[in-house]
């Protein structure tokens, strides 16, 4: 049979197939393999009597998540709200780079909308509007948007993530998908006590769409992604791409150089200067991380 790991606690893969959830054990050539199966992924298995399961064979990963582990994604959702916490341009952009480098769809949601009595917010999430990235605008105290995004995310596997505070919990209730596996129900299936923060749970609902739940799941870690170097970092801006091959220099870092074009169309406003400087962050962070490697 085929069917799709929703959670993973102690070992157990709970499988969701059409109609049933298999609690299966992978079996040991996965570990001497060095792979184990994760969250999201679609996997060959053989039921047992007792909705329990045997995990054969991993099918092809179109993605795959270092944190949260989760493969698969069709659509990042980054929350972030207008007030308590203020939004962080470098935050958002650390997870739109994420996006880019795993070639996945980012959905920018902007929370507490009801609390941006300066417009800073809006300012900002127009900003990113105009290099062309989804936004949605809610509230999930008043429901305001929520209709919206509920659309959004229809037919697609999504990953909401966003720092402490923003209000993902609310978002979710807001969203009222109507889960029909819990992760509570899952735990006293297997005799388990409560799952950590650190564990990723996929609620199926509707019509082929799920919800991840990454708890803790806020700031990403960009230097783990072992395919992220300072050579393709420039390509994950958008609005960089343009101008790239039109430096002086070839092989121009985009940090300081004589006849730097993206430095050009940054000081012209083509280029938004929060942008580049979290552009410069993310390079003087992998060039140490990758100098440290070979020191």
């Known amino acids: 049979m085929i069917g799709m790991i929703i959670s993973r606690i102690a070992g157990v893969y709970s499988v969701r197939t059409d109609n049933a959830v298999f609690f299966c054990r992978a079996r040991g050539i996965f570990r001497k393999k060095g792979i184990s199966p994760i969250v999201g992924d679609r996997v060959v298995f053989t039921p047992l009597p007792g909705e329990e399961g045997i995990i054969e064979d991993i099918q092809e990963r179109k993605n795959e998540f270092i944190r949260p582990c989760i493969a698969n994604v069709d659509v990042l959702c980054y929350v972030f709200a207008s007030r308590f916490p203020d939004p962080d ?19 920018l949601v902007l929370n507490k909308t009801d609390l941006d009595e300066d417009r800073s917010a809006e300012t900002l999430l127009q900003a990113y509007e105009k290099l062309g990235f989804q936004v949605i605008r809610v509230c999930a105290a008043t429901g305001a948007g929520i209709s919206t995004l509920r659309s959004a995310l229809q037919g697609k596997c999504a990953v909401l993530c966003g720092n402490t505070g923003v209000g993902k919990s609310s978002i979710v209730n807001a969203l009222d998908i109507g889960v029909d596996v819990k992760v509570s129900e899952i ?34 870690d960009l230097m783990l992604e072992k395919t992220l170097s300072t050579d393709i970092l420039a390509s994950l801006f958008r609005e960089f791409r343009p101008w790239l091959s039109s430096c002086r220099f070839a092989d121009c870092t985009h ?22 400087q979290s552009y410069a962050r993310l390079y003087r962070e992998l060039s140490e991380r990758d100098n440290n490697k070979y020191n």
């Open 89 to 107: 341009p470098y935050l958002i952009d650390k997870m739109i780079v994420l996006s880019a480098l795993k070639k996945v769809d980012i959905i």
């Open 187 to 220: 735990s006293q299936k297997l005799g388990r006590g409560r799952h950590t923060t650190r564990e990723v749970t996929l609620f199926p609902y509707g019509d082929n769409s799920c919800l991840a739940d990454t708890p803790g799941f806020g700031n990403v």
């Open 255 to 276: 940090t300081g150089e004589t006849g730097c074009m993206v430095l050009e169309k940054m000081t012209a406003g083509h280029i938004p200067s929060s942008r580049y």
